[in-house]
């Protein structure tokens, strides 16, 4: 069985940009033997600092908001760490943007995840100081979670 962690990334003052840590928090919470061998964590760190949440780990999972303009508010878009958009949460200008990250950390010789899977939440809000989420997508959370803990499923 693959050693599982889902990571689940934002701010928590940031309105929107907070999904990705309302979600891992609310399936950690869940009791389902599917997710027994799962690790469930979540970050306000960027960078070189999300190298220790996922050392050690054969499959991670990133759950994280995104703006992209081009899905409606609440869809799930999926990338894997190569085809990883520019983000703020996975990169900072004072460090590396996170696929660099696992890049170096390989390289260095620690245990990095073999599989990565980014799941981006389109959002319309990343950037207004209040800890809720916009209506619109505070309507497609409970729906946001119920799939999710589908697709995180070994």
Do not use: W
Request: charged letters at 25%; aromatic letters at 4%.
């Amino acid at each position: 069985m693959l050693k599982t962690v889902v990571l689940g990334l934002g701010n928590s003052l940031l309105c929107d940009d907070a999904i990705g840590l309302i979600i891992v928090e609310e399936l950690k919470n869940r009791d389902s033997p599917y997710f027994s061998g799962i690790d469930f964590k979540t970050s306000e760190k960027v960078g070189l600092n999300l190298i220790e949440l996922v050392q050690g780990y054969d499959r991670a999972i990133i759950i994280d908001s995104i703006i992209t303009g081009k899905h409606q508010p609440g869809e799930i878009i999926e990338f894997s760490l190569d085809d990883l958009p520019d983000n703020p949460r996975l990169r900072c200008p004072h460090d590396a943007d996170f696929k660099s990250a696992i890049i170096l950390a390989r390289k260095t010789g620690l245990k990095m995840p073999e599989e990565i899977i980014i799941l981006g939440i389109e959002v319309i809000d990343n950037l207004t100081f209040t800890p809720n989420l916009s209506p619109e997508v505070g309507r497609r959370l409970a729906s946001l979670i119920k799939t999710l803990s589908l697709k995180i499923q070994p």
